[in-house]
């Protein structure tokens, strides 16, 4: 079957529903009854139609893209083959059964965006998993979808003392890997308009939280000879133009921290590294607060590439956090569709 005959299904790429004669005018009459347009899909038109379900946060259910896909086949809801499916040109997360096994990992920030997407991964490939994030129900909702895995959720906040020893605490004596991915987005402020309040609030977390919980694990993984860390940096750790003063100069911090840290211990059998997620579909959201900052930040993101799907962020850190990862330590991977290359 010709692509220009090939049903369209769930796992079609957004770009082919729009493109299609009867799909794109389909679709583009559901974004108008939210308001929008098909320019407001632009970021993810490599995704798959179904991806919209989880990227709309509980907004746009299963039922309307199933709804779409009838309509778009007269009323028939189409098979999707299995070789069709492996041939999408839409990337599907692989997992690798076992390769956590017998590992206890911290992963911080679980209950949503990348860190949600980490722990799952990590659950589904046989480790222990620790999950922590400041809500309750976000991290209920990840146990509920992981019945069978080992997962320990911690509801605990990483930039106060008693949220750093309630995860520490409930890892035990044994840490094998700690995945650093909780973080706050600042408002795009340029540095003479950033206020005291935005300046504490994102190092808070993004680093003073990272520092006080890797200080309290390493002793863990000095004992045992053996780590592996992965911190969440950001394409705003090696650039300039990617985020406002407060959030830029966190992720340098976390850049210097990972560098720091892997020089001081890869000698004691403990891995340190860093990823830099590009624009990725997550819950923290970017707001401007600035006019300067609208401006220059702003232009910049113009080339920005595509976004990317959590899931293959967690796809990076899982290669770093595991035995794969062997013989790297000390690097800052940029997961970012090419954005560092420009």
């Not at 490939?125 to 146990?143: C, H, N, P, W, Y």
Request: glycine content about 12%; proline content about 5%; hydrophobic content about 45%.
């Amino acid at each position: 079957m010709s692509e220009n005959t090939r049903p369209l299904t769930g796992r079609t790429s957004i770009e082919e529903w729009l493109a299609h004669p009867v799909g794109g005018p389909l679709l583009a009459g559901m974004l108008a009854q939210g308001g929008q347009d098909a320019s407001s899909l632009a970021p993810v038109k490599s995704f798959p139609l179904e991806r919209l379900v989880a990227l709309s946060q509980g907004k746009l259910p299963q039922a309307a893209i199933d709804g779409l896909v009838l309509q778009a086949n007269d009323g028939v809801m189409p098979v999707v083959e299995a070789e069709e499916a492996s041939a999408s040109s839409a990337w599907a997360e692989r997992i690798t059964p076992g390769r956590f096994d017998g590992q206890t990992i911290i992963v911080t920030g679980a209950g949503s965006g990348i860190g949600r997407a980490t722990a799952s991964r990590i659950a589904r490939e046989g480790g222990r998993v620790i999950a922590a994030d400041i809500s309750e129900a976000r991290l209920a909702e990840l146990s509920e979808e992981l019945p069978e895995c080992d997962v320990v959720t911690v509801v605990g906040d990483i930039a106060k003392p008693e949220g750093v020893a309630a995860i520490v605490g409930a890892a035990g004596e044994h840490v094998h890997g700690l995945a650093n991915i909780a973080g706050i987005m600042d408002d795009m402020t340029p540095l003479h308009e950033v206020s005291d309040e935005v300046w504490e609030r994102v190092f808070s977390v993004n680093v003073d939280g990272m520092f006080r919980l890797t200080r309290a694990v390493l002793p863990l993984m000095l004992a045992d000879g053996y780590g592996s860390i992965v911190n969440v940096a950001s394409e705003a750790g090696i650039r300039g133009s990617a985020a406002g003063l407060a959030y830029t100069a966190s992720k340098h911090a976390v850049v210097g921290m990972t560098k720091s840290s892997a020089f001081m211990y890869t000698p004691k059998g403990i891995r340190v590294n860093a990823v830099a997620p590009g624009p990725v579909a997550t819950n923290i959201q970017a707001s401007f607060a600035s006019e300067l900052g609208q401006e220059r930040i702003g232009f910049a993101m113009q080339v920005l590439p595509g976004v990317a799907e959590a899931i293959q962020l967690a796809a990076s850190i899982t290669f770093l956090l595991s035995h794969d990862g062997t013989n790297v330590s000390g690097a800052i991977l940029p997961s970012d569709g090419g954005w560092s290359a420009l």
